[in-house]
């Protein structure tokens, strides 16, 4: 039985992994994805059989192949390079892991779109910056998560990185740890970044120390392979790409030669074919082109429909301007005309105010005066009485002398006791 020891290595790399998570720190969950590429679909069937479910390859064509000829439900992670002209052939990959410029997640969210299911992918990321390595500089990885969090085709599900062969300990834990932070970038950027695949056979352990979610491993689970070379993705099957007409081309140089009837008919058949199939597509591109046709014409109707909402906007928003306009206008000469009505009662409150208040004073005016009488008066009737005591007094005095002869007094005084009787009545007039 091929892998005989697989399970035995397999249970001796889980415990390795564990303590590896303990040592990081990060808790993680760990996924051991076996890399199967070079090896047959056996392989596949073994790491299965010991309990592995996630399968790596890095190539799409063989990994197609594989997928046919075993038959079990692994999940298929493609971990090499895309080309672009393959984006439509990763359906049964559950994740591309090799998301590596902006071209191709352009071309992997148009194939997401298009078959209605977007496409869990992984950012490769070059955090070493070696030449032979894929994947974007971290310092544009912001920028291009921002770009792809709007193409709804494509679900970024976390970061891969590939660490130098053969590396120090140190440069590989600066790797991860860079690795480490894309994926944060990613995160903050609100894409549901959890993933972290890195980790190699000889490096798997300092991977997962440093927050590895997902470590692709080949040579420790199924040993060498063939060809023992360290991974390189540089030369492209492109460069050895031959087309249909290309080979029907050869064929058909190779037959005339010796002009076998049958060839050629062949050759007419096949580029009858090939014509019949151009047309078709020729067919399918018109009908494509009348579809873009009909949006835009739906399009424009929406464009002007705005339009017209737009110019009623504007003009409703004219009419309410100038009705508010009016409405102030009202509302200020009401205000005025309330503030003169408020003015001129005022005005009528001060003039009652000060008219009262001139009453009161002519009022105190008259009282002064009165006092002023009762005063005088008082001041003539105290003169009177001083005077009266005084006459009193002089005639008590005249009573007290030695007698004047009653002639002589007569003529000095030039009357007689009726001169007396008229002074009398002269005091009685006063004092009325
Ligand atoms: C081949 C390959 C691996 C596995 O390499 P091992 O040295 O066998 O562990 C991992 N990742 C990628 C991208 C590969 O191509």
Redesign the pocket.
Known sequence: MPFSDLPARLHEIRERVDRAVARGGHRQRVAIVA?T?THGPEAVRAAWDAGIRDV?E?KVQEALAKMEAVDVPARWHL??HLQRNKVKQIDGFALVHSVDSARLADAVHAHGIQRGRAVDALLQVNVSGEGTKGGYPPDELRAEAERLATLPGIVVRGVMT?APFDAPESVLRTVFAGARAARAVLAEVGHPATELSMG???DYEIAVEEGATMV?????LFGA?ASDAP?QDQMTDATFRLTALDVRRYDFGTAFRGYDKTRVDQFREQVAEEIERLTRANQELDEKARNFLEQLRAFRERDRALNEALIGAQKLREDTQAQAEREAELLRREAQLEAERTVAAARRDAEREIERLRGEARRIEDEIASLDRVHRTYIAQLRLQAERQLAELAASEAAALPPVPQRARLAATGGGEDDGRAAADATQKTTE
């Open positions: 890399v590429k790596g890095n971990i090499g590939m190699m056979s000889n692709r491993l080949g040579t420790l392979r991974p």
